[in-house]
C-alpha cells in the first residue's frame, strides 16, 4: 500500500493531505492509497480522509494529542511495517520534515525529500524537486522495498473527493515513552485564510513602497477579496511582514486559483513558490519586470492609482 501520514489542525484535514492523495495517485504505484490519522478527538478528520482515500487508519489516543517527533515516526514506521507499505509519503510541513527522516532510519528506507512530483519508474520511485535556488529542477530516484518521502506543499492539486468512501479502522499502537515534553504552544491568530489552503492569495513586493503602502493595498485588497496575503523575501527581510507570509524558494510553495501580486518583480526565486498557481494577476510600474512573463493577466502602472480602484470595484 502508499501510507500517507495526514495533516491536520482543528479538527480539519489540511489541503496538504488532499495534495499527498493526488501525489499517490499520480505516482502510478500499485496498491491502496491509505490515510493515517494520528492525533486526539479526531473522528471528523478521519471522515474528511476517507471521502478522498481507499482506506483510512486511526489512531485516537492521548498520547498522540500533541505532535512529537518521536511518537510520530514511531508510529508511521509501525504502521508502515504492518502494512506492508512500498511508500511512505508524509507532507513536506516543519514538522513533517522534522519527523519524517526518523521514519526513513526505522524503516531502513531510502529518503527522497521536497518532491515536487512522483512517478514509478520499474521498481523505482522517480521524484523532481528544486535546487540550486529553485533554478534548476533534478531528478532523483529510489529502489528498495519502502520508500519515504516528503512532498512539497502547493506541488499538486488537492484531491477531490471519490464516489465512495474509503473504510475506516481503528490501529493499536506501541508507542515509546516522550524524551520530550510539551509544556505549552502558541498559536498565530489571523481572522484572514492561511496561505497554503487559500483559493485567492495577494501578494506585496518591494515595489509596493512601504510597509504602510503594504497594510493599505496588499491587505486592503486581500480583505475586500477574503483573499490570503503573502510576501516576498525582500518584503520579509525589510521586517515589513512576518516570515509565516514569505513565498518562495525559502518561503511557502502555493497553487491558488488567482494570485495577485503588487509591485512583484518575479525574481526566480519567488516564482518557484508560486509560478504552479492557475491564474497570475501581476501589477508593477516596470513593464520589463520578470513577473509578467509568467502573469496570465498585467497591468503596467502605478499600484497607489490601480489597487484603489480595484478595492472600491471589489466592495461593490
Known amino acids: 500500500m502508499i501510507l500517507i501520514v495526514a495533516e491536520h489542525s482543528a479538527g480539519k484535514l489540511a489541503k496538504s493531505t488532499l495534495e499527498m492523495v493526488t501525489a499517490a495517485r ?20 478521519a ?8 482506506q483510512v487508519l486511526v489512531a485516537d489516543l492521548p498520547a498522540l494529542a500533541t505532535y512529537n517527533a518521536e511518537a510520530w515516526a514511531a ?4 504502521i508502515a511495517g504492518e502494512g506492508e507499505a512500498h511508500t511512505v509519503i ?9 519527523f519524517a527522516p526518523r521514519v526513513a532510519v526505522k524503516l531502513d528506507a531510502p529518503y527522497l525529500e521536497d518532491a515536487t512530483s512522483l512517478k514509478a519508474n520499474g521498481a523505482a520511485l522517480q521524484a523532481q524537486r528544486y535546487t540550486y535556488l529553485a533554478r534548476v529542477t533534478e531528478t532523483v530516484e529510489a529502489e528498495g522495498p519502502v520508500v519515504a518521502v516528503t512532498v512539497k506543499p502547493g506541488s499538486f492539486e488537492a484531491a477531490a473527493p471519490a464516489g465512495e468512501a474509503g473504510e475506516q479502522y481503528d490501529v493499536e499502537l506501541t508507542l515509546p515513552a516522550s524524551r520530550v515534553e510539551v509544556t505549552g504552544r502558541s498559536v498565530e491568530k489571523s481572522s484572514r485564510v492561511a496561505l497554503t489552503e487559500a483559493d485567492v492569495i495577494v501578494t506585496g513586493g518591494r515595489g509596493v513602497g512601504n510597509a504602510e503602502n503594504f497594510s493599505k493595498y496588499v491587505e486592503g485588497l486581500a480583505d475586500a477579496l477574503g483573499a490570503g496575503v503573502g510576501a516576498t523575501r525582500a ?8 516570515y509565516a507570509e514569505q513565498v518562495g524558494q525559502t518561503g511557502k510553495t ?16 519567488h516564482l518557484s513558490g508560486m509560478g504552479k498557481s492557475k491564474n497570475i494577476i501581476a501589477i508593477n510600474k516596470d513593464a520589463e519586470a520578470p513577473i509578467f512573463k ?20 471589489s466592495r461593490k
Open 90 to 98: 508524509i507532507g513536506g510541513s516543519r514538522s513533517g520534515r522534522e
Open 47 to 54: 471522515t474528511e480522509a476517507a471521502a478522498v482515500a481507499d
Open 235 to 242: 518584503v520579509v527581510d525589510a521586517g515589513w511582514r512576518p
Open 75 to 78: 508510529a508511521t514506521a509501525q
Open 294 to 313: 509568467v502573469a496570465d493577466y498585467g497591468i503596467v502602472g502605478d499600484i497607489n492609482e490601480i489597487v484603489p480602484a480595484l478595492i472600491e470595484a
Open 26 to 45: 499520480d505516482s502510478g504505484r500499485e496498491g491502496p492509497v491509505t490515510v493515517l490519522v494520528l492525533g486526539q478527538n479526531i473522528a471528523g478528520v
Open 254 to 269: 502555493v497553487q491558488p486559483g488567482a494570485y495577485i501580486a503588487l509591485g512583484v518583480s518575479g525574481a526566480v526565486q
